[in-house]
């Protein structure tokens, strides 16, 4: 069986330059579409997509990647992938490596130019030197506490540092043996000397790097002093030639402390920063410490979670690459920070699956069906459609014997007005095979009905009956595969769990029912070929992904999404 390939490609490839959208034009495309007409760079154009590898990536990330990968592509450019590995204590390689996973199944790909800031050390450490000799830098001796005293506020200058005039040779003599480890944690920092009565706190000499006697996932155990997030920044932007640096709003206050770095030290290669508003999602939190936290406490699974909104668990729960690209396209890119409801991400997934997911039938909760008038020997083979959206999916046989099952809710012995499925009396389609009268139940000593007797209509009699209103999937018990099943639910109960202003933690919002694990489910037999990634349309019930934990006779899905919003929240797109 064709299956709808979770891991493959089937959209933009390398970052999407086919296919002209009819979305109007960005401004971060339009700043960069006029800066190659004006031929600033000589018309190049190189992005960058820096991850801090202190986490795992998501959704959030996505709209990022997309967004610089995209127009790399877009405009014949490049876009690198550049871990921002400048903060070792919270850093690891598990992340390094997730989030080169994660980037290349979201179709994307950085060729050979994966560059990590910490290969930068050396060069950031001579720049950081050629400021001490410009004057441009210092060291400090004043505690953390004494800096940001000293920082002043908004309203307020700050006030010069006792030590902000040392000479040139005491910083660069302090600073070569704050490298050679001479020094503890916090005793010294070194700081841009720029203007302590800014307007702009960022500005206010910042600190470029501290001390941190702390091993680093790839320098070992060479360094101790760590270049801070700016000035990192700024400079591997340069070093790499980035000609447009697009990073998320919170970063805009930072912008002339980022050309400033670049101008004072004279780097031959400078770049545009621009901001963007970072994607926020409705009933998720984003923010990696939170992520980590879920991680740690033991609240989900794991990163890989199918509830989490990391990609990998977005992976595992059955989203497609393509539908996590075109939901990012279809947010857009804005200057307005907004929180996009997670209806819209399942409404760009359904879209996506039903094009591709084969289909198949699957019964969660079985109820045996008898048919009467069926020979007990009898085994029909019956073709079914794999998908009605993509005629060259084909078809696919089914199996029909006396004893199937269905869905116990697609029966109920005394029915109320509107319920038109099977009961006592009624005549309902078995999708692929025949119609079928109820002709009575079975039920055990609690009054339960385990068995539900039904005689089928051949052909030429079904012709006379009354138009059966229901038409129900089921398997056939003897042929059927046994599964476990994983629904999700919204891991959250409130729309922005991470709100934390009234004081309460976000992990107070946690949907106690988020997972409910169905075990005893039954899968039509072609399910024996599904591979853990595999992604399936299960009829009228949605669509499901098999799960890494399935092990052979022991099948496990998630429940990928409904076939419809079970929220029923209109659509609305708050964000660019
Ligand atoms: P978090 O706040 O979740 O820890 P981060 O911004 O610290 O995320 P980074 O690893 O530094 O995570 O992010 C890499 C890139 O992805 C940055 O350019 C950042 O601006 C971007 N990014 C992170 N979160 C989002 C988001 N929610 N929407 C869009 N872009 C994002
Ligand atoms: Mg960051």
């Not at 910490?118 to 506490?145: G, N, P, Q």
């Not at 720029?194 to 307007?199: F, G, K, N």
């Amino acid at each position: 069986m064709e299956s709808s390939g979770n891991n493959g490609d089937f959209g933009r490839g390398s970052g999407g330059a086919e296919g002209e959208t009819a979305q109007p034009v960005d401004f971060v495309r339009a700043a960069v579409r006029d800066d190659v007409a004006a031929g600033k760079n000589e018309g190049r154009v190189c992005t960058r997509f820096p991850p801090e590898p202190n986490g795992y990536l998501h959704i959030g990330h996505a709209k990022a990647i997309c967004l610089n990968f995209g127009i790399a592509a877009e405009f014949s450019g490049r876009c690198n992938l550049r871990f921002d590995d400048t903060n070792p204590a919270k850093e690891d390689v598990e992340y390094v490596e997730s989030i080169q996973e994660d980037v290349r199944w979201l179709g994307f790909d950085w060729d050979d130019r994966l560059y990590y800031a910490s290969d930068y050390f050396e060069r950031m450490y001579a720049c950081a030197l050629e400021l001490i000799r410009m004057e441009k830098a210092y060291v400090d001796s004043l505690t953390a506490e004494e800096i940001r005293a000293y920082r002043g506020t908004l309203t307020e200058p700050g006030k010069a540092s006792p030590y902000r005039d040392r000479s040139v040779e005491e910083n660069l003599d302090l600073f070569e043996r704050m490298r050679a480890g001479e020094f503890d944690d916090g005793a010294h920092v070194l700081r841009a000397r720029i203007d302590m009565s800014s307007p702009n706190l960022n500005m206010r000499d910042p600190t470029i790097y501290r001390i941190r006697r702390v091993r680093h996932h790839r320098t070992g155990g060479e360094w101790c002093i760590y270049p801070m997030y700016d000035f990192a920044h700024s400079l591997s932007d340069s070093f790499e030639g980035i000609t447009h640096s697009i990073c998320t709003l919170e970063f805009e206050d930072h912008r002339p402390l980022y050309d400033w770095f670049q101008e004072t030290l004279g780097l031959p290669s400078r770049s545009q920063q621009i901001e963007f508003a970072r994607l926020n999602l409705s009933y998720t939190v984003m923010s990696k410490r939170k992520l980590l936290q879920l991680v740690r406490e033991g609240l989900v699974g794991g990163w890989d979670d199918p509830r989490m909104p990391t990609l990998c668990g977005l992976r595992r729960r059955g989203y497609t690459p393509a539908s996590v690209r075109n939901f990012c396209e279809r947010i857009g890119v804005g200057k307005r920070d907004g929180v996009v409801d997670v209806a819209l991400l399942e409404h760009t997934l359904r879209e996506d699956l039903n094009a591709r997911a084969p289909r198949v039938m699957a019964v969660l909760r079985p109820l045996r069906l008898i048919i009467d008038n069926y020979p007990a020997d009898k085994v029909e083979m019956f073709p079914a459609v794999n998908n009605p959206e993509d005629p060259s999916a084909g078809t696919r046989e089914v199996a029909f014997s006396r004893e199937l099952l269905i869905e116990r809710e697609d029966f109920m012995e005394d029915p109320p007005k509107k319920f038109f499925r099977l009961a006592p009396g009624r005549t309902v389609r078995l999708r692929y095979a025949c119609l079928v009268t109820c002709t009575g139940v079975v039920k055990d000593e609690r009054g339960e009905v385990v068995e539900v007797h039904c005689r089928y209509h051949p052909r030429g009699e079904a012709e006379d009956l009354p138009r059966a209103r229901a038409t129900l999937h089921w398997v056939s018990a003897p042929h059927s595969l046994p599964a476990e099943v994983r629904l999700y639910d919204r891991l959250f109960l409130v729309e922005n769990p991470g709100d934390e202003k009234e004081g309460k933690d976000f992990k107070t919002h946690l949907n106690p029912g988020s997972l409910e694990i169905l075990d005893g489910c039954r899968l039509e037999a072609s399910l024996g070929a599904a591979r853990p990634g595999d992604g399936f349309q299960f009829e009228r019930l949605g669509y499901f992904c098999m799960d890494p934990d399935s092990r052979p006779g022991a099948m496990v899905f998630n429940r990928t999404v409904a076939l419809r919003d079970a929220w029923a929240k209109i659509v609305r797109k708050t964000s660019a």
